[in-house]
Nanobody, 124 residues
Framework: QVQLVESGGGLVQAGGSLRLSCAISGRTFSTYAMGWFRQAPGKEREFVAVINWSGDSTFYADSVKGRFTISRDNPENTVYLQMNTLKPEDTAVYYC?????????????????WGRGTQVTVSS
């Protein structure tokens, strides 16, 4: 059974930074593409970023490009989301997800495992 646990959320002022972590159990983590999604109050969950199994290919939503960086440490079974220059509109619950397929996808239905999320609140 694969389990994902996010951490690192919190309250930060606009312009600040946070680093989210997602710890994954399961011996096949290194073969999964990993994604980050978020859901703001009253809105649908949306794609944020994705990284392939080896870490050498990434893709970002336009809203976070240039501010957020996704990375992974396969020996540590962890994926990260470094968030810089945060804005109030980044406020959301952030979820990590694992995709057993090949390639990179932004489609939520393609992801096989999900964490429970971590709250990020950016004050103005």
């Amino acid at each position: 059974q694969v389990q994902l646990v996010e951490s690192g959320g919190g309250l930060v002022q606009a312009g600040g930074s946070l680093r989210l972590s997602c710890a994954i159990s399961g011996r096949t983590f290194s073969t999964y593409a990993m994604g980050w999604f978020r859901q703001a109050p009253g809105k649908e969950r949306e794609f944020v970023a994705v990284i392939n199994w080896s870490g050498d290919s990434t893709f970002y939503a336009d809203s976070v490009k240039g501010r957020f960086t996704i990375s992974r440490d396969n020996p540590e079974n962890t994926v990260y989301l470094q968030m810089n220059t945060l804005k109030p509109e980044d406020t959301a619950v952030y979820y990590c997800a694992a995709d057993r397929g090949v390639g990179l996808t932004t489609r939520q239905k393609e992801y096989d495992y999900w964490g429970r999320g971590t709250q990020v609140t950016v004050s103005s």
